[in-house]
């Protein structure tokens, strides 16, 4: 179950990419319905099957994800064999995303660690095959920032909702998205310059994916 229209492409056509998906096993579809009626900001479920194919092509043994919230990237990612670290402020979202973790039987495979996203990132030790955003979005300059050097050669950045409802594209921005909008115009500079070679794709709500060179 999606959360949102999608902002990039015709409404025809994201029933028609997400009528492609394989059928949701009974654990995602539990967690789609329960971000439904909260009202959580989950992965869509093409962008979750994106994580999932990047895992298995670049073998992505060690992963960091800027965003928990309920687990959902978590679950998809370390269903691939990564040992993935995960950062989320909210302790209350820390304990739903740590039972969803166990209830896929993968405790040991995700790290939810809580805390401010930038405290936790500067404080990582050791380097990571893959990383994914999906997080405040005025700090998505300072989470890549922190991230380049914890990437390593090779490895790859993923972002979520970097078009913003397409507005980080348009010429006039309401002022209550300006921040983001600007940060996120910042961020989709910085990820397509060196070190990384990236590209900005029209997956639900904008999709960043970046190597590092």
Same mark, same amino acid.
């Given at each position: 179950m999606k959360h949102s229209v999608d902002a990039i492409i015709r409404a025809?056509?994201?029933?028609?990419?997400? $009528?492609?998906?394989?059928?949701?096993?009974?654990?995602? &579809?539990?967690?789609?319905?329960?971000?439904a009626e909260r009202r959580e900001p989950i992965s869509d479920p093409e962008v979750a099957a994106f994580l999932a194919i990047t895992v298995r092509s670049?073998?992505?043994?060690?992963?960091?994800?800027? $965003?928990?919230?309920? $687990?959902?990237? #978590?679950? *998809?990612?370390?269903?691939?064999?990564?040992?993935v670290v995960s950062?989320?402020?909210?302790?209350?979202?820390?304990?739903? #995303?740590?039972?969803?973790? &166990?209830?896929?039987?993968?405790?040991?495979?995700?790290?939810v660690r809580e805390g401010a996203a930038i405290d936790v990132l500067a404080s990582l030790?050791?380097?990571? %095959?893959?990383?994914?955003? %999906?997080? *405040?979005?005025?700090?998505?300059?300072?989470?890549?920032?922190?991230?380049?050097p914890r990437l390593r050669t090779g490895g790859v950045v993923v972002a979520d909702n970097v078009l913003w409802r397409g507005l980080v594209a348009a010429s006039s921005?309401? %002022?209550? %998205?300006? &921040?983001?909008?600007?940060?996120?115009?910042?961020f989709?500079? &910085?990820?397509t310059a060196p070190p990384f070679r990236g590209v900005i794709l029209p997956l639900g709500d904008g999709v960043a994916y970046a190597v590092k060179l």
């Open positions: 025809e056509q994201a029933e028609y990419i997400v $009528g492609l998906e394989p059928k949701r096993d009974a654990l995602l &579809a539990k967690m789609e319905a329960f971000a670049i073998g992505a043994k060690r992963v960091v994800e800027v $965003g928990t919230n309920i $687990g959902y990237g #978590a679950i *998809v990612m370390a269903r691939e064999g990564a040992h950062i989320e402020k909210s302790s209350e979202l820390c304990g739903i #995303a740590r039972r969803f973790a &166990a209830d896929a039987g993968l405790s040991e495979r995700i790290d030790e050791g380097t990571f %095959d893959l990383a994914y955003v %999906d997080c *405040v979005k005025e700090e998505y300059p300072r989470y890549l920032e922190l991230l380049a921005v309401p %002022d209550s %998205d300006r &921040a983001r909008v600007e940060a996120l115009r910042v989709n500079k &910085a990820v």
